[in-house]
Nanobody
Framework: QVQLVESGGGLVQAGGSLRLSCAAS????????MGWYRQAPGKRELVARI??????NYADSAKGRFTISRDSGVNTVHLQMNGLKSEDTAVYYC?????????WGQGTQVTVSS
């Protein structure tokens, strides 16, 4: 089955940076939109998303601080997070989406201390 493997989470001070990475299979990477979500009560909320064509979408809270990118050489999606705030603390999940199909990673913890 398709598996998405996240890495890069950790503990940082407010104002610091982290880079999350999500490794995917070649077929998933090339034909799916990829995104990062974080866990909220009852649901996972979108943080950033990138299409196969490179179009990006960000949550308002992430604009200007986070950057999502695709590395086709290693079938990996990155989320560069700068200027982290305590409100960013959450488990972050990698998502691969095409139409109604969604695949999820197991999550990586991001903790921001203030």
């Amino acid at each position: 089955q398709v598996q998405l493997v996240e890495s890069g989470g950790g503990l940082v001070q407010a104002g610091g940076s982290l880079r999350l990475s999500c490794a995917a299979s070649e077929s998933i990477f090339n034909f799916n939109s990829m995104g990062w979500y974080r866990q909220a009560p009852g649901k996972r909320e979108l943080v950033a998303r990138i299409t196969v064509g490179g179009s990006t979408n960000y949550a308002d809270s992430a604009k200007g601080r986070f950057t999502i990118s695709r590395d086709s050489g290693v079938n990996t999606v990155h989320l560069q997070m700068n200027g982290l705030k305590s409100e960013d603390t959450a488990v972050y999940y990698c998502n691969a989406n095409i139409r109604a199909r969604n695949d999820w990673g197991q999550g990586t913890q991001v903790t921001v201390s203030s």
